[in-house]
Nanobody, 123 residues
Framework: DVQLVESGGGSVQAGGSLMLSCAAS????????GVWFRQAPGKEREGVAC???????LYADSAKGRFTISKDNAKNTLYLQMNSLKPEDTATYYC??????????????????WGKGTQVTVS
């Protein structure tokens, strides 16, 4: 069974930083694309960033310059470093795996596995 377990969410003041982690089992970030999505209250889920098997990354416009996606293949863990957080970044953040090596996309219809989400609140 595939499991994706997020951690690192919490409450932070505007301008602050958080790092989200997503530990995977049953699938491997070294072989496939890792993706971060988020869903704010009353809004649709949206892609934030993704990283392919070789480490190439893609960011939504809202994340460019502030968020960094990375992974540790040895730990099979995906990360999202979020800096300069804004109240509009408040959302539940989900990690996901699209079991293709590349290219990485943040299209929900291509996601094979989802984490359960972690809440980020920026005030």
């Amino acid at each position: 069974d595939v499991q994706l377990v997020e951690s690192g969410g919490g409450s932070v003041q505007a301008g602050g930083s958080l790092m989200l982690s997503c530990a995977a089992s049953g699938t491997t970030y070294s072989d496939y694309c890792g993706v971060w999505f988020r869903q704010a209250p009353g809004k649709e889920r949206e892609g934030v960033a993704c990283i392919d098997s070789e480490g190439s990354t893609l960011y939504a416009d809202s994340a460019k310059g502030r968020f960094t996606i990375s992974k540790d293949n040895a730990k099979n863990t995906l990360y999202l470093q979020m800096n300069s957080l804004k109240p509009e970044d408040t959302a539940t953040y989900y990690c996901a795996v699209d079991e293709v090596p590349r290219p990485c996309l943040f299209q929900q219809e291509f996601v094979d596995y989802w984490g359960k989400g972690t809440q980020v609140t920026v005030s």
